[in-house]
């Protein structure tokens, strides 16, 4: 078990610019989950997939937002056209079916 | 509308003594819940969790009471360490969506001094 991985661990971008952040999973683990928190709250859940299937989105995941996971495996999380209110840590975590989510440390994004 | 609520922002113990975060909770929905744990720059990490079918569940040093008809559980650390100071995060899940989404509280920091 090597962990929820994530790349990058910090992204500072200009707002109007595209960033792409990546997560691979736990690789026994068929659920994956992208979460966004911001500073003083708790994680918010953005979307997960079972499989290569993205089965959930959150009314938070604006058009701008876009997930995939097309093998099954790794995922990609990607934000057009930044805003400074998209600044946050974004993390992504995997379980195996319902089971407990584990998290990876989160990729933070800051829009300037 | 904060579905699941940590009112209390900090909490002090010395070292050796009971912790106990408290979480509440609004959608009767919820049958699952979790803590976790969060150092500064790493990801949460999964503690324990219950089941809305018992009322207590025990790990070593941690345990989760429910009680479901006040919509309230807690977490008790005994005895608490220093390495526990972190911020504790209470989330909730329902079996309507599979457990596949949490909704996390805005989290407790929990100070233990030596």
């Known amino acids: 078990d090597t962990g929820v991985s994530q790349d990058p661990r910090h992204k500072i971008t200009k707002r109007g610019q595209n960033v792409t952040f990546r997560c691979d999973p736990i690789s026994e683990h068929n659920r994956l989950y992208w979460y966004r928190q911001t500073l003083g709250q708790g994680p918010e859940f953005l979307t997960y997939f079972q499989n290569e299937a993205q089965l959930e989105k959150s009314r938070l995941l604006s058009d701008r937002f876009s997930a995939e996971r097309p093998k099954g495996s790794f995922s990609t999380l990607e934000i057009q056209r930044t805003e400074q209110g998209d600044s946050a840590m974004y993390l992504c975590a995997s379980s195996l079916g319902g089971g407990p989510l584990h998290f990876g440390n989160g990729t933070r994004l800051t829009v300037t | 509308d904060q579905q699941v609520k940590q009112n209390s922002p900090s909490l002090s113990v010395q070292e050796g003594r009971i912790s106990i975060l408290n979480c509440d909770y609004t959608?009767?929905?919820?049958?699952?819940f979790l803590w976790y744990k969060k150092y500064p720059a790493e990801g949460p990490t999964f503690l324990i969790s219950i089941s809305s079918i018992k009322d207590k569940n025990e790990d070593g040093r941690f345990t989760v009471f429910l009680n479901k008809s006040a919509k309230h559980l807690s977490l008790h650390i005994v005895p608490s360490q220093p390495g526990d100071s972190a911020v504790y995060f209470c989330a909730a899940s329902e079996l309507n969506s599979g457990y596949s989404t949490l909704t996390f509280g805005k989290g407790t920091m929990l100070l233990v001094s030596p």
């Open positions: 959608n009767s929905m919820f049958d699952y």
